[in-house]
Structures are given as structure tokens and as C-alpha cells.
T-cell receptor
Framework: AQSVSQHNHHVILSEAASLELGCNYS??????LFWYVQYPGQHLQLLLK??????LVKGIKGFEAEFIKSKFSFNLRKPSVQWSDTAEYFC???????????FGTGTRLTIIP | DGGITQSPKYLFRKEGQNVTLSCEQN?????MYWYRQDPGQGLRLIYY???????QKGDIAEGYSVSREKKESFPLTVTSAQKNPTAFYLC???????????FGPGTRLLVL
């Protein structure tokens, strides 16, 4: 069975700091990888996704993530965070052709102005 | 505007009562899903449907039931058998198997 680990439960940063949120998955085969974001009071939105090709994917709002197959990782990065990035971030994985999307437990990000 | 709507935003349930959460999409997606979100536990899959008149149990289906009579609608009933129903419920849809899932705004269920 596939599983996703997000080891950072709560991250607090100052504005303009660089961000990296960890995501590791356990699944032996080909995977699709996703990062979703949930801003306060808003619904879950897709930040970026990786299906195949270039392992460095760029998403909305300046976010990017790198798929490192040898490390089973898909870490989310942003070079300079803003106060508006305060939200909860979820990593998710599924196998191509599989309906089941498995989510990590989420990382709450708080940006201090 | 295309999207997924869920109603109501807040729902209160009395002990022993069944309640139904609505989920509608106008994205013409074949697949629809229900998740439960609890603090510190992420999202867990309750039920999913790949096509009209067909649905499968997810990881935590006990105490829940669904129907898929129309492509655009996938209501979730929280039955009295669900002993811990207080949670945030999210509906999602996707164009097909393994495709990106898009989420609705959620319904928060509280037990009185």
C-alpha cells in the first residue's frame, strides 16, 4: 500500500525566507505526485503536479517541487515566501491508472510579517 | 463558472440521526470522491465513484453510504453507525482514473 510522509507538522518563517517542505512516499512503482494548498477559509487547491518528464516542476505562486526517484521524495520549495503563503500544504501520491489518492498529514506554514 | 459545490457549509447532527451532504460538479468529470479531514491526519478517502451507478469503498467507509445516480451528483450520507462523525468533509472530482482531483469548499459536520 502506498503511504506519504510529511515530517514537518508546523513551520514558521519570516517573510522573504526560503522554504522547503519535505514529502516522502513509499510505493515501488511509477507514481503521480501532487502538492495541494489550503489557505485559511478556502478550499483545497492544486499547487503543482508531476506525472512524467522533467523532475523539476513549477506551479502557481512561485512554488516548485523536485521529484527525486532514488530518494522517493517530492519536496516543495519557494525561494522567498510571503505572508500570503500562510496555509496548510498537503503532499499526495497515486499510481497512474489508480483512483486512490493518498495524502500526507499536512504541514501548517505560518509566515511572520 | 465550472466547479464543485458542496452544501451546506455547516451541518449539525443529533445523536442517532442520519445526515446527507451534497456534492455537485459541472466539470463533466466521470470520477467523484469523498474525503474526511481531521486535524493532524490529513485527508482520508471514504468512497469514490468512477462512473454513474457504480462506487467503491475507500479506507474509512464504515458508517457512511453514497449514491451516484447522476454524473454530476455524489451525495454522502453519514449514518448513525458512524461513531465519530465530527469532521470536515471534502468532495472532489477528476476527469478519469489517475487524473488530477479538484476539490469543493467542504462541509463541516458537528454533532450536538
Amino acid at each position: 500500500a502506498q503511504s506519504v510522509s510529511q515530517h514537518n507538522h508546523h513551520v514558521i518563517l519570516s517573510e522573504a525566507a526560503s522554504l522547503e517542505l519535505g514529502c516522502n512516499y513509499s510505493y515501488g512503482g511509477t507514481v503521480n505526485l501532487f502538492w495541494y494548498v489550503q489557505y485559511p477559509g478556502q478550499h483545497l487547491q492544486l499547487l503543482l503536479k508531476y506525472f512524467s518528464g522533467d523532475p523539476l516542476v513549477k506551479g502557481i505562486k512561485g512554488f516548485e517541487a523536485e521529484f527525486i526517484k532514488s530518494k522517493f521524495s517530492f519536496n516543495l520549495r519557494k525561494p522567498s515566501v510571503q505572508w500570503s503563503d500562510t496555509a496548510e500544504y498537503f503532499c499526495a501520491v497515486n499510481a497512474p491508472g489508480n483512483e486512490k489518492l493518498t495524502f500526507g498529514t499536512g504541514t501548517r506554514l505560518t509566515i511572520i510579517p | 463558472d465550472g466547479g464543485i459545490t458542496q452544501s451546506p457549509k455547516y451541518l449539525f447532527r443529533k445523536e442517532g440521526q442520519n445526515v446527507t451532504l451534497s456534492c455537485e460538479q459541472n466539470l463533466n468529470h466521470d470520477a467523484m470522491y469523498w474525503y474526511r479531514q481531521d486535524p493532524g491526519q490529513g485527508l482520508r478517502l471514504i468512497y469514490y465513484s468512477q462512473i454513474v451507478n457504480d462506487f467503491q469503498k475507500g479506507d474509512i467507509a464504515e458508517g457512511y453510504s453514497v449514491s451516484r445516480e447522476k454524473k454530476e451528483s455524489f451525495p454522502l450520507t453519514v449514518t448513525s453507525a458512524q461513531k465519530n462523525p465530527t469532521a470536515f468533509y471534502l468532495c472532489a472530482s477528476s476527469a478519469g482514473t489517475g487524473e488530477t482531483q479538484y476539490f469543493g469548499p467542504g462541509t463541516r459536520l458537528l454533532v450536538l
